[in-house]
T-cell receptor, first 111, second 115 residues
Framework: GQQVMQIPQYQHVQEGEDFTTYCNSS?????IQWYKQRPGGHPVFLIQ?????EVKKQKRLTFQFGEAKKNSSLHITATQTTDVGTYFC???????????FGTGTLLAVQP | GAVVSQHPSWVICKSGTSVKIECRSL??????MFWYRQFPKQSLMLMAT?????????EQGVEKDKFLINHASLTLSTLTVTSAHPEDSSFYIC???????????FGNGTRLTVT
C-alpha cells in the first residue's frame, strides 16, 4: 500500500538554526498537506500544496512540492522555541485517494 | 472557524467496560469524519472513515465490532470502544472536513487508559 516516510525522525537544533524535514511518498500524490502537532496537542493544519514544483511561504516556513509530486519538504529559517513539535506531511494519492500521514519529524529547539 | 470539539479529553476505565468518545464540528457541516489512533511518538493511524447517514468504512485490521462508529448527523460522530482492554489504551483523535480535499480539522483528542 501507499507509504509516506519522513526524515529525519528527530532533529535537535539550537535556537536560530535552520531546520528541514523531508517527506517521500511511494506513489504520486494529488496534493500534500502539512500539519504541526505540539507536545500533548492535536495536529493543526499548516498548508496544502497541489501543483508540481509549487513553493509556498508562511513567514519563516517554506513548503515545497516536488516536480514528480512524490516528495515535499518543509524548511524553517531561524528556528524559535515556539517551533517545537512534530511536523507531519499528509499525502493524498494512490488507488484509494486516501490522506495518508507521514511518519513525522519531531523538532526540539534549545534556547 | 472550523472548530472540532472532542469529548472527553481523557478517560480511565476498567477492563471490560465500554467507552464512548464524541466528535462534534461546531461551526461547519462535516460530511466526513475520520477517527485516528496515535501511539506515543508515532504517526496517526487511520482507523475508520465516517460518513453521515451511512456505515463507517474501517481500515484493514480494525475490528468494526470493537470500535463502533456512528455518524448520526452532519456535526456529530461517535466512537465507542467496546469491552475495552489495556491494549486499547491510546490517544484517539477525530478529524472532520467539509468538502473533499479540504484540510482536516482535528479535535483535541481523547487519551484512553484501560486498567
Amino acid at each position: 500500500g501507499q507509504q509516506v516516510m519522513q526524515i529525519p525522525q528527530y532533529q535537535h537544533v539550537q535556537e536560530g538554526e535552520d531546520f528541514t524535514t523531508y517527506c517521500n511518498s511511494s506513489t504520486t500524490l494529488s496534493n500534500i498537506q502539512w500539519y504541526k502537532q505540539r507536545p500533548g496537542g492535536h495536529p493543526v493544519f499548516l498548508i496544502q500544496l497541489v501543483k508540481s514544483g509549487e513553493v509556498k511561504k508562511q513567514k519563516r516556513l517554506t513548503f515545497q512540492f516536488g516536480e514528480a509530486k512524490k516528495n515535499s519538504s518543509l524548511h524553517i529559517t531561524a528556528t524559535q522555541t515556539t517551533d517545537v513539535g512534530t511536523y507531519f506531511c499528509a499525502g493524498r494519492g494512490g488507488a484509494t485517494n486516501k490522506l495518508i500521514f507521514g511518519t513525522g519529524t519531531l523538532l526540539a529547539v534549545q534556547p | 472557524g472550523a472548530v472540532v470539539s472532542q469529548h472527553p479529553s481523557w478517560v480511565i476505565c476498567k477492563s471490560g467496560t465500554s467507552v464512548k468518545i464524541e466528535c462534534r464540528s461546531l461551526d461547519f457541516q462535516a460530511t466526513t469524519m475520520f477517527w485516528y489512533r496515535q501511539f506515543p511518538k508515532q504517526s496517526l493511524m487511520l482507523m475508520a472513515t465516517s460518513n453521515e447517514g451511512s456505515k463507517a468504512t474501517y481500515e484493514q485490521g480494525v475490528e468494526k465490532d470493537k470500535f463502533l462508529i456512528n455518524h448520526a448527523s452532519l456535526t456529530l460522530s461517535t466512537l465507542t470502544v467496546t469491552s475495552a482492554h489495556p491494549e486499547d489504551s491510546s490517544f484517539y483523535i477525530c478529524s472532520a472536513r467539509g468538502r473533499m480535499n479540504s484540510p482536516l480539522h482535528f479535535g483535541n483528542g481523547t487519551r484512553l487508559t484501560v486498567t
